[in-house]
Antibody, heavy 122, light 107 residues
């Protein structure tokens, strides 16, 4: 399983950025996928996830209405469109595979990429 | 949201020691509790899922137990390569929040 994020960088407050996550080594279309972020010195924070066919998406309250998760199963790629960015969105963003062990609400993130840094600053 | 309280925030122990980290959930999460290890500059790595199940390839010196709201993670026979920050995470309900982390250092 390999997950490789890209698209991070420096953006001004109010700006937009689109992150990508290229997946390989597994049947991408068979798994829920998630984005998780982490500010230096703090614990990870789950951001969003998406069902195998893209028909269900869930978000943490702090990004609802600003971020959109999507996927292209033909390209084995996960996306995170981030709009109206704020300083508090500054973090390393990881994509993660939601594995086969699940509760009724979510699944265990069993593989993670190495992350891409998003810095929101003027 | 279900809050996860992890303690201690840091600990220092000697090679060969047994160390235990605790995690308390703000409500019953049954056994939907994971433990991750994170080394500096790296992504978290899943060690234990469903409270006590060891992920494939993880050494048996790592164990977990608990249920409901109270959980524990133990490293028996601490090794130099275990230096890292450890996080618990509940996945009973969305959002699947993480604990604040425990930084493990060698004396």
């Amino acid at each position: 399983v390999q997950l490789e994020e890209s698209g991070g960088g420096l953006v001004q407050p109010g700006g937009s950025l689109r992150l990508s996550c290229a997946a390989s080594g597994f049947s991408f279309g068979n798994y829920w996928m998630s984005w998780v972020r982490q500010t230096p010195g703090k614990g990870p924070e789950w951001v969003a996830n998406i069902k195998q066919d893209g028909s269900q998406k869930y978000y943490v309250d702090s990004v609802k209405g600003r971020f959109t998760i999507s996927r292209d199963n033909a390209k084995n790629t996960l996306y995170l469109q981030m709009n109206s960015l704020r300083a508090e969105d500054t973090a390393v963003y990881f994509c993660a595979r939601d594995g086969s062990t699940c509760s009724s609400s979510s699944c265990v993130e069993d593989h993670w990429g190495q992350g891409t840094l998003v810095t929101v600053s003027s | 949201d279900i809050q996860m309280t992890q303690s201690p925030s840091s600990l220092s122990a000697s090679v060969g020691d047994r160390v235990t980290i605790t995690c308390q959930a703000s409500q019953d999460i049954y056994n939907y509790l994971n433990w991750y290890q994170q080394k500096p500059g790296k992504a978290p790595v899943l060690l234990i899922y469903d409270t006590s199940n060891l992920e494939t390839g993880v050494p048996s010196r790592f164990t977990g137990n608990g249920s409901g709201t109270d959980f524990a993670f133990t490293i028996s026979n601490l090794q130099p390569e275990d230096i890292a920050t450890y996080y618990c995470q509940q996945y009973d309900t969305l959002p699947p929040l993480f604990g604040g982390g425990t930084k493990v250092e060698i004396k």
